[in-house]
């Protein structure tokens, strides 16, 4: 399924770039090749919460090929996403940037315009100056062209503006249209007399919808998913046109797969780059069928289980290539676990004893624990000694980290350089991390978490999650109250002012 024809090779030059901060033009990757390089491998789920994997504590929910990876490699038990919900996580980990700082940063809907400045430093950009090939697979979710996007042309700017050379995607989420994969800018299967168009705000006539057409539909909606069904499951945002185009749920991990298997034999005789970015378990959760069943938890079970698999599949393809040596491998979430997320799918009644967020309080969407703190193992064979860190680290600190490691010498100032500690020969962590879900944001620090006061509801009814809002500020102590359950801040006041102080001057810093 991967190619690249000479139409897709002329779609990889684009423009040399300035960066945010103190950044070097890159080279081009022929000028600079080392075989001595080591591959980068971001392996980067979706939703996937911290009690979901077996090396966190699961017992009901079966990760063996997960479990193995960790194993084998440095589980950080206190290692975060930047935030709780998916395209700021997806925004911090490729710029380094805290998300906050830009205000279009949240949740996108499948015809946003790209987020990421093209003339801005990106994760793929200073790699690909330092010699790597630089390819992405998977969810993107940063936004497409730049604004009224023509999907029946070069939808641009994207991945390949940003950084990188192969981009194999979907747009948006798996419930929002359009529902199709974009290769390298084009929409792959798009037919010329069966042009997509796509609204997200009226409906083009003649086209069934979740709301009018229940009887269309294989799983139905539970909140916000009832626009044009596709593969019989209703989406957010209208879609027409496209049949040829349009995948099928069922086989997205397969597919999504394949291209990271091939993209990985294609490159591995010069350092790559490769951001394999799963869409488990994200809504609507929809497992191959030689998968469905597999845990008892139904689908959000399944399609966890399907995506260790994929995951296993992954490693023995660098191992089958033989460079699993040469290759720093690092897994993650981009936020924490949700259950019931806009689908009727038996996520809620087929539970059980598992608790997706482990020990942790709140969720997806949540400025408590479980929002943001998330499965995070690096594993690097022969390098990296296997065992467990409670070093406070970020998905933002992967920037400046990797950009260590490739020797460029680009930084930011949100992205703290700590290769010794991703490679597990330093416990000196992060002192700070400001943690945010939906523009609100805290900090952790130390032991402490500071939570400022917020209107809105404690609890996100739709899907059942603590928000952390509150009408004065929490102060929690992880050491002692891993749950957050006692709130601190009245019996502690001067640690309280400490916190106020911290958080105030970090959310001050002007990096422009």
């Not at 801005?120 to 993107?140: A, D, H, R, S």
């Not at 400046?400 to 991703?422: H, I, M, N, P, Y």
């Not at 962590?429 to 879900?437: C, D, N």
Request: aromatic fraction near 10%; hydrophobic fraction near 35%; glycine fraction near 10%.
């Amino acid at each position: 399924m991967f190619s690249i024809t000479l139409r897709c090779c002329i779609k990889l030059l684009f423009a040399s770039t300035i960066v945010l901060v103190g950044c070097k033009e890159p080279n081009s990757t022929s000028d600079k090749t080392d075989l001595n390089k080591p591959n980068i491998v971001i392996i980067y789920l979706d939703d996937l919460g911290y009690g979901d994997v077996g090396f966190n504590g699961a017992t009901e929910l079966q990760t063996p090929n997960m479990d193995k990876f960790a194993e084998n490699g440095l589980v950080f038990t206190d290692g975060y996403a930047s935030s709780a919900t998916c395209t700021p996580s997806r925004y911090a980990l490729l710029t380094g940037t805290y998300p906050w700082r830009k205000k279009d940063v949240r949740i996108l809907p499948g015809t946003a315009p790209l987020i990421i400045d093209t003339m801005q430093m990106t994760l793929p950009k200073l790699l690909k100056g330092e010699g790597y090939n630089t390819g992405i697979v998977g969810k993107w979710h940063l936004g497409l062209g730049n604004g009224n996007v023509d999907w029946n042309q070069k939808v641009g700017p994207g991945p390949n503006e940003v950084g990188f050379d192969f981009s194999y995607i979907m747009a948006a989420t798996q419930d929002r249209v359009p529902t199709v994969y974009i290769e390298n800018g084009y929409v792959e299967g798009l037919e010329v007399d069966d042009p997509i168009a796509i609204d997200y705000q009226e409906n083009f006539e003649g086209e069934p919808t979740g709301l009018e057409n229940p009887e269309l539909l294989k799983m139905k909606w539970h909140h916000g998913h009832n626009n044009s069904i596709v593969n019989g499951i209703p989406r957010i945002g209208f879609m027409k046109g496209g049949k040829n185009a349009q995948w099928r749920d069922e086989d997205m991990a397969d597919v999504f797969l394949q291209q990271a298997q091939a993209y990985i034999k294609s490159k591995k005789d010069a350092p790559f780059f490769l951001y394999y970015a799963l869409q488990q378990p994200h809504v609507p959760r929809t497992p191959h069928e030689r998968f469905v069943g597999k845990t008892g938890l139904g689908p959000r079970g399944d399609v966890i289980y399907e995506a260790d698999w994929c995951i296993g599949e992954l490693m023995k393809t660098l191992a089958q290539e033989n460079i699993l040596e040469n290759t720093l491998v690092i897994l993650t979430s981009d936020n924490g676990p949700v259950v019931n997320d806009g689908y009727y799918d038996d996520a809620v009644e087929k539970l059980g004893d598992h608790n997706p967020a482990g020990p942790l309080r709140g969720g997806k969407y949540s400025l408590f624990q479980a929002g943001t703190r998330v499965p995070f193992v690096t594993f690097w064979k022969d390098k990296i000694q296997p065992g467990r860190s409670s070093t406070l680290v970020s998905q933002l600190d992967l920037f400046s980290s990797l950009a260590q490691l490739a020797g460029s010498k680009e930084r930011t100032a949100d992205s703290e350089a700590l290769l010794k500690v991703f490679l597990g020969e330093s416990d000196e962590g992060r002192e700070a991390l400001i943690i945010e879900a939906s523009t609100r944001t805290a900090l952790r620090k130390g032991n402490w978490v500071f939570i400022p006061p917020y209107e809105g509801p404690a609890v996100h009814q739709p899907v059942n999650i603590e928000l952390g809002n509150h009408d004065t500020h929490q102060l929690f102590n992880l050491k002692t109250d891993l749950g957050e359950t006692t709130d601190l801040s009245e019996v502690n006041p001067e640690k309280l002012q400490e916190m106020i102080k911290t958080y105030e001057a970090i959310r001050a810093e002007n990096l422009n």
